[in-house]
């Protein structure tokens, strides 16, 4: 069973981790989730985002998920953000590739460009 | 789309972009009443009677920017319901929200299975931060009723502003869902 208890401690842990950070989010990762994306598998893409920050213990990561953004025919996309970059599009996501992603670029910082379908601002 | 947690995620999605705050959420598997009863409530912008209508119409997306207006979402949650001889209803009011209900027959062959029911929720609870779920999962048989009641606004509250994407919240959120759908049997439903 999971209790209160637990969760204090998470926080009391968390809070100790951020006193030695400056910023709390790092990397923010958008997964588009619309009627298309989750029809090719956005779903399984979200989740392996999510094992592999817990696993990795990536604390300054942010997953959030969006609506469709007019890409359907290269579902699953992920959006890469990071501050004073330019955001990197990954499309035809899968888990493996997403695997790729997180050491590659979220940990190491290196784009995986066989991946990207289009950069902005 | 494959299983009725897929659909489940369509429609959350649909809720948060009509600007939900609270999301209220309601699984009844019932094996007496031979029934699967998904009841999604939201308090986002709503709908006048005219788009409600058009809702159901495949022909018809409320993303005005795109050029292909085309909205599968709710046309294929309601053909999916319909062919397991359930039902599928949604009542909006503009400016109160929406509520949409829709039941499967729970032993009819066409009926989709529930699929990963676990995955479904933790993508919507962790990547929609800014939206408070409120879930509840109730099993009833002959005689016995087991439920599981999972609300995020009191876990935010206890986080004092960790975000819901940390390493260990995640597996405490995951965790916490696990049992939950074990105890109501969602799992292989």
């Known amino acids: 069973m999971k209790t209160l208890a637990d969760l204090k ?12 950070r400056n910023s709390q989010v790092r990397i923010k990762i958008v ?40 890409l359907s025919s290269m579902e699953p996309v992920v959006d890469v953000i990071e501050e004073g970059k330019p955001t990197v599009t990954y499309g035809n996501m899968t888990p493996e590739k997403v695997r790729k992603v997180v050491v590659e670029h979220i940990v190491n910082g290196r784009i995986v460009s066989d991946y990207v379908v289009a950069t902005g601002k | ?40 409530e939201d308090d986002g912008c709503g709908m006048d009677a005219e788009t409600l209508a058009l809702a159901q119409d495949p022909f018809y997306s409320s993303k005005e920017e795109r050029v292909k207006k085309v909205g599968l979402g709710i046309p294929l949650f309601k053909q999916n ?14 400016g109160l929200g929406t509520v949409l209900t829709a039941e499967f027959e729970r032993d009819n062959i066409d009926r989709l299975p529930m699929g990963n029911l676990k995955d479904t929720l933790l993508g ?5 931060q ?27 509250e206890e986080l004092g502003g960790i975000p819901l994407t940390y390493p260990d919240v995640i597996e405490y959120i995951e965790q916490s869902l696990n049992e939950g759908i074990q105890n109501t049997n969602m799992e292989d439903v």
Do not use: C, W
Not at chain 1, 44 to 69: A, C, H, P, W, Y
Not at chain 2, 86 to 92: N, V
Not at chain 2, 124 to 128: K, Q, S, T, V
């Open chain 2, 124 to 128: 919507a609870i962790l990547g929609h």
């Open chain 2, 130 to 156: 800014d939206v408070d779920f409120h879930l509840s999962l109730i099993y009833r048989d002959q005689d016995k009723e087991q439920s599981f009641h999972f609300n995020t606004e009191f876990i935010k």
């Open chain 1, 31 to 70: 997964v588009g989730m619309g009627t298309s994306g989750i029809a090719m598998g956005a779903r399984e893409v979200m989740k392996t985002f999510l094992e592999e920050i817990s696993q990795r213990n990536l604390t300054d990561v942010l997953v959030t998920q969006t609506g469709e953004k007019g």
């Open chain 2, 81 to 94: 319901a319909e062919l397991s001889n359930g039902s599928f209803t949604i009542t909006s009011e503009p």
């Open chain 1, 9 to 20: 401690k998470i926080r009391e842990k968390a809070q100790e981790e951020m006193k030695l």
């Open chain 2, 1 to 40: 789309m494959q299983d009725i947690s897929l659909h489940l995620l369509d429609i959350i999605e649909n809720s948060v972009r009509a600007g939900a705050k609270h999301i209220r959420i309601r699984i009844i598997n019932d094996a007496q009443e031979n029934v699967l009863r998904f009841i999604i």
